[in-house]
């Protein structure tokens, strides 16, 4: 038996008991098919089919600030999920197994071509219309706990130091020549990033951001009745931030190029967003800072992550191999951010 094999029974017992909870909580109807979907599952019921997000580790607030945000993006007309609320009106259930239960419709559509420059359009304006109908939302909720430019300055070099040195006893003598060529050029970057502050990230705007937006939260002609609209779904990471950090992902999920980013498609990309929302100059600038820093982050993560499990060789391996990718997308930044923050305002209006 294998130690994951463990817990299944545990698992299937929580899962079933969810179920239980929202059969007897929820007025959707006569069930026929149930099958696993993003953060939970999907039910196929008599009233329709409904996306059940299973949240064990949410607290009530964050669970509370979600269906807030999916009421005011159905007042708003915005393509969505809509809220499902309980038998009580309540518009969440905390499940006996602890878990936090929010289920709304089912939202369908076309499936995002990444490859298509149609489809990255639709996404981009299909983001820009959410940060437009999320300006009037007047409810906040903000992360606490993550890292500070400070924090990831000190941690950061001392969760790369720690790696590097656990590391030598498992890597052959080019794994310790990669390794090493890759963390000194890191090292630099992280103790560099107080020069980031001067960005301007106190006065770049902020709003409820998407906080997950990809390809596979878009949705493109929502099957309801009307005129063919676009709209988003996956809300669970949604909170008041910085509206940079969804263009950052947006340009990760459809710009992204081998060891950079495609500088046409950059600038197609904030042409489209700037069609329906306005792009101020300072966030242009403070993108490639943005998309800096979390290269850097997930350094830190993947070498705290593998120095506190005590991760096996070939484990070490992976990491290593992770570690030389984010170096080099960091000097792709350093050789390319003049030419990028060129194209990122080359299509904006004003």
């Known amino acids: 038996m294998h130690a994951w094999e463990i817990h299944l029974p545990p698992m299937r017992q929580a899962l079933d008991t969810v179920l239980d909870d929202v059969a007897a909580h929820y007025d959707v109807g006569q069930w026929w098919d149930v099958q696993p979907h993003p953060g939970g599952f999907r039910i196929a019921a008599e009233a329709g089919e409904f996306a059940v997000a299973v949240a064990g580790q949410r607290s009530d607030a964050s669970l509370r600030f979600e269906a807030m945000l999916l009421a005011h993006l159905e007042d708003r007309a915005f393509l969505a999920p809509r809220l499902v609320r ?9 499940s006996v197994a602890g878990a936090g239960v929010l289920v709304s419709e089912l939202v ?4 995002v071509d990444a490859a298509l420059a149609q489809h990255r359009r639709r996404s981009m304006r299909a983001l820009a219309g959410y940060h437009a109908a999320v300006r009037s939302f007047p409810p906040r909720l903000r992360v606490d706990g993550g890292l500070t430019l400070s924090s990831l300055e000190r941690e950061g070099s001392a969760a790369l130091e720690a790696f590097t040195g656990l590391s030598g006893w498992y890597l052959d003598a080019d794994g310790r020549h990669r390794l090493r060529s890759a963390a000194s050029y890191l090292w630099r970057q992280y103790v560099r990033l107080p020069e980031l502050r001067t960005t301007g990230g106190a006065t770049l705007p902020r709003l409820v951001i998407h906080g997950g937006f ?3 939260g878009v949705v493109l002609d929502g099957g309801r009745p009307g005129r063919p609209a676009d709209g988003l779904a996956g809300f669970e990471r949604a909170r008041y931030d910085l509206r940079a950090l969804d263009l950052a992902a947006a340009l990760k999920t459809f710009a992204a190029a ?3 980013f495609d500088l046409d498609r950059c600038a197609d990309l904030m042409a ?3 069609e329906v929302e306005r792009l101020s100059p300072g966030e242009v600038r403070a993108l490639p800072a ?4 979390e290269r850097l982050v997930r350094v830190f993560r993947v070498s705290t992550r593998c120095v506190a499990v005590g991760a096996p060789e070939a484990v070490m391996q992976e990491v290593v191999d992770a570690i030389e990718t984010e170096a080099n997308r960091l000097r792709w930044f350093e050789e390319h951010e003049t030419a990028l923050v060129e194209a990122l305002a080359s299509s904006l209006v004003g």
């Open 258 to 260: 081998p060891g950079g």
């Open 290 to 293: 943005i998309l800096r820093v």
């Open 272 to 274: 489209a967003y700037d």
């Open 108 to 111: 369908r559509g076309s499936v």
């Open 86 to 94: 309980t038998r009580a009106g309540r518009p969440w259930h905390r």
């Open 214 to 216: 990809g390809a596979d």
